[in-house]
């Protein structure tokens, strides 16, 4: 593959990603510290082309790093660009690179949010619009500053129902709606 079409593909795979940010995260609250960084152009969006969870698990602690020596970047979004990837085997990359994580010395530095197309949470039934709180056109693994997180939440009275808001929000729009954000993100893609 040409240096161009890689790059093509990755800027509309990040294309995909803010759309889905700017429709849904931030456009919907369901994050209300997105908007800020969003707009200030402090994230950092990296597109992983492997499928090899080494190699990732390799990008993975570059991005660590890239964040630590970074400070004007508040956030990175590492997105797999492995639209196959079974949200279960998503799950056990998630615990590799929560392990990579802790094990670089980065606990307490960083924390790790998740995003993956099919994300279910247990317990829920699988038609519930709640999924979509969680719910991206690829998968993600979010890395937040753990002191900006902490600064934020404590800044805000109602913190603690971020989460329950989130699902009655989620519910409110209904499956119809984030299936169709997801579906326009994936056609800017595709263009």
């Given at each position: 593959?040409?240096?161009?079409?890689?790059?093509?593909?990755?800027?509309?795979?990040?294309?995909?990603?803010?759309?889905?940010?700017?429709?849904?995260?931030?456009?919907?609250?369901?994050?209300?510290?997105?908007?800020?960084?969003?707009?200030?152009?402090?994230?950092?969006?990296?597109?992983?082309?492997?499928?090899?969870?080494?190699?990732?698990?390799?990008?993975?602690?570059?991005?660590?790093?890239?964040?630590?020596?970074?400070p004007n970047t508040a956030t990175?979004?590492?997105?797999?660009?492995?639209?196959?990837?079974?949200?279960?085997?998503?799950?056990?990359?998630?615990?590799?690179?929560?392990?990579?994580?802790?094990?670089?010395?980065?606990?307490?530095?960083?924390?790790?949010?998740?995003?993956?197309?099919?994300?279910?949470?247990?317990?829920?039934?699988?038609?519930?619009?709640?999924?979509?709180?969680?719910?991206?056109?690829?998968?993600?693994?979010?890395?937040?500053?753990?002191?900006?997180?902490?600064?934020?939440?404590?800044?805000?009275?109602?913190?603690?129902?971020?989460?329950?808001?989130?699902?009655?929000?989620?519910?409110?729009?209904?499956?119809?709606?984030?299936?169709?954000?997801?579906?326009?993100?994936?056609?800017?893609?595709?263009?």
């Amino acid at each position: 593959m040409s240096k161009r079409i890689h790059k093509l593909m990755t800027q509309s795979i990040i294309g995909a990603t803010q759309h889905w940010l700017t429709e849904i995260v931030i456009g919907q609250q369901f994050c209300p510290f997105a908007q800020k960084p969003f707009i200030q152009n402090a994230i950092h969006y990296h597109v992983n082309q492997s499928k090899d969870w080494a190699d990732i698990q390799s990008e993975f602690i570059a991005q660590l790093t890239y964040l630590e020596a970074n400070p004007n970047t508040a956030t990175t979004l590492f997105i797999l660009d492995w639209p196959e990837l079974d949200f279960y085997d998503y799950l056990d990359g998630l615990m590799l690179c929560q392990h990579t994580l802790e094990t670089q010395g980065f606990e307490g530095v960083f924390q790790l949010a998740s995003f993956h197309p099919a994300y279910q949470f247990e317990g829920e039934p699988a038609s519930s619009a709640s999924h979509f709180t969680n719910r991206a056109p690829f998968p993600i693994f979010h890395l937040l500053r753990e002191d900006s997180l902490t600064q934020a939440l404590d800044n805000m009275p109602n913190a603690h129902t971020i989460p329950e808001d989130n699902i009655k929000r989620a519910q409110q729009l209904g499956v119809a709606y984030f299936e169709q954000v997801l579906a326009q993100a994936h056609n800017l893609q595709q263009q």
